[in-house]
């Protein structure tokens, strides 16, 4: 008798410790996705475009005789956009990836506000352009930096 | 117009600092080059003000833009802070998951 009470007992142990791992197993916390070398990649292509985009109207352009009429620049625009939209979906559909997502939705909002001004006062002064390169060429590195911090998860800063 | 950069500066750093404290160390280095590219826009903002390229209306709209420069860069600071939570917190469950396997090979 004693010694079913004991071989009971034991199994009763072991059912817990084993119920417990398999708990502890599917128990990871979670606070952000994992880092994704493609959009990594895609913002990294994206940051090149834009800078390409403003470094060229300063170098190829100039804001006289309607050098930078925006008619000139509009499909450049709507590429540049066209990646953005994509790194926004991109961005948007991944769970808790919040903090990336905003910082795609600032670089979009002011991408469009920049695009209304130039639009508006068809023209754009050196200083604006190298303005403008300098705020996206920042937020692009913000978004970099969410991008690549994902990595801490599995690999420590050195 | 009475407005001292590295004041502002200094003024955001003590402010991440408290927000992120015990990630400090981690995300210093971010957080430098961040106020860094910053100090380097207002000064450009500021010159094109004083030489008279942009308007008092869109100099204040520009210095609006800032705030939202700022958002995108507090977003990737909460990142970098989450992962090493997400980290630790992870590496505290292992260990609890690897003594939870000594136990069981102890009763067998």
Redesign the interface.
């Known amino acids: 008798m004693k010694q079913q009470v004991y071989f009971y007992s034991?199994r009763i142990?072991?059912s817990v410790?084993?119920i417990?791992?398999i708990a502890?197993?599917s128990?990871?916390?979670?606070?952000?996705p994992s880092y994704d070398a493609d959009i990594s990649e895609q913002i990294d292509n994206t940051a090149k475009a834009v800078d390409k985009f403003y470094l060229s109207m300063l170098e190829t352009t100039s804001d006289e005789n309607d050098g930078r009429a925006y008619e000139k620049f509009s499909e450049q625009y709507v590429n540049i956009e066209v990646e953005l939209n994509s790194l926004l979906n991109k961005n948007k559909i991944r769970p808790l990836n919040e903090?990336?997502t905003?910082?795609c939705e600032?670089?979009i909002?002011?991408l469009e506000?920049y695009k209304q001004?130039h639009k508006d006062d068809n023209t754009l002064?050196d200083?604006?352009v190298?303005?403008n390169r300098?705020?996206f060429?920042?937020?692009f590195?913000?978004?970099q930096?969410?991008e690549k911090?994902?990595?801490?998860?599995n690999n420590?800063?050195k | 117009m009475n407005f001292d950069i590295n004041e502002v500066l200094a003024d955001m750093l003590s402010a991440i600092k408290d927000i992120v404290k015990d990630n400090w160390d981690e995300v210093k280095a971010t957080a430098n080059q961040f106020l860094q590219r910053k100090k380097e826009r207002l000064e450009l903002l500021a010159e094109l003000r004083i030489n008279g390229e942009l308007s008092q209306e869109k100099f204040e709209s520009r210095l609006s833009d800032e705030k939202l420069v700022v958002e995108a860069e507090l977003h990737a600071i909460a990142v970098i802070s989450k992962a090493i939570a997400q980290k630790a917190a992870n590496a505290a469950m292992d260990i609890l998951e690897k003594a939870v396997k000594v136990a069981i090979e102890t009763a067998l």
């Open positions: 034991k142990i072991i410790i084993l417990s791992i502890l197993n128990c990871k916390v979670t606070f952000i903090n990336s905003r910082i600032i670089t909002q002011l506000k001004e002064s200083g604006l190298k303005l300098k705020t060429c920042d937020l590195y913000a978004m930096v969410a911090g994902k990595e801490i998860i420590p800063p």
